[in-house]
């Protein structure tokens, strides 16, 4: 491992710059504020074994389940896992969350983060998408994340997704509504 220290930089910046230094066939995008659980990686290796798959997700739990707030997130993400898995069926899956996510390298540097939108995990989804390569969910692979305590946090996270959902609608409405992406409309 090897600590890459950016001024003031963007996530998909210094994701730009960390997959420059990156080495192997398979890179991993994880949060700061996430931490893998045991055995997580050798959960989701092997669906590269398919070379129609592009990116993997993992099961996203929430570390932190102490107020009503945060319970009401625990369900919300329970809910997001079983409508990933299911999107993963349908080869719908739309964002390869920070909260780990591995995507193959060669598609990452051909493809790179994004900086002209605010959910870079979304448009290199979508990107992977347009390239003909599947996003599988595997929910026996868990991270866990630290969620918004309070409300005041947690609007401004949303914000930040819904912007970035609409900036990835525009940007990507050739797949978005496209017949082979099932649940483009949906989404």
């Known amino acids: ?5 950016l ?10 710059k960390g997959l420059e230094k ?11 504020d996430s931490q893998v659980s045991k055995n997580c990686l050798k ?14 997700t ?8 102490k107020n009503f707030l945060s319970k009401m997130q625990n369900i919300e993400y329970l809910f997001s896992a079983i409508t990933k898995k299911l999107m993963s069926f349908l080869n719908s899956m ?23 939108t605010l959910t870079e995990d979304m448009d290199l989804a979508l990107s992977i998408s347009k390239k003909g390569y599947k996003i ?3 929910l026996d692979a868990v991270t866990f994340t ?29 797949i978005l509504f496209n017949k082979k992406f099932c649940l483009g409309w949906f989404i």
């Open 43 to 56: 959960k989701t290796v092997g669906y590269f074994d398919d070379p129609e798959v592009g990116a993997v």
């Open 94 to 116: 739309y964002v390869i969350p920070g909260s780990l996510s591995l995507v193959r390298k060669n598609l990452a540097e051909e493809i790179g983060f994004s900086e002209d």
């Open 146 to 174: 630290t969620i918004p305590k309070d409300f005041k946090k947690l609007t401004k996270q949303r914000l930040r997704w819904y912007r970035g959902f609409i900036e990835n609608t525009f940007k990507h409405s050739d």
């Open 136 to 138: 599988i969910n595997c």
């Open 58 to 65: 993992t099961f996203i739990n929430v570390d932190n389940k």
């Open 7 to 16: 001024r003031k930089a963007s996530k998909a910046y210094a994701l730009n």
């Open 22 to 32: 990156a080495r192997g066939e398979i890179i991993g995008i994880l949060d700061a």
């Open 1 to 5: 491992m090897r600590l890459i220290k």
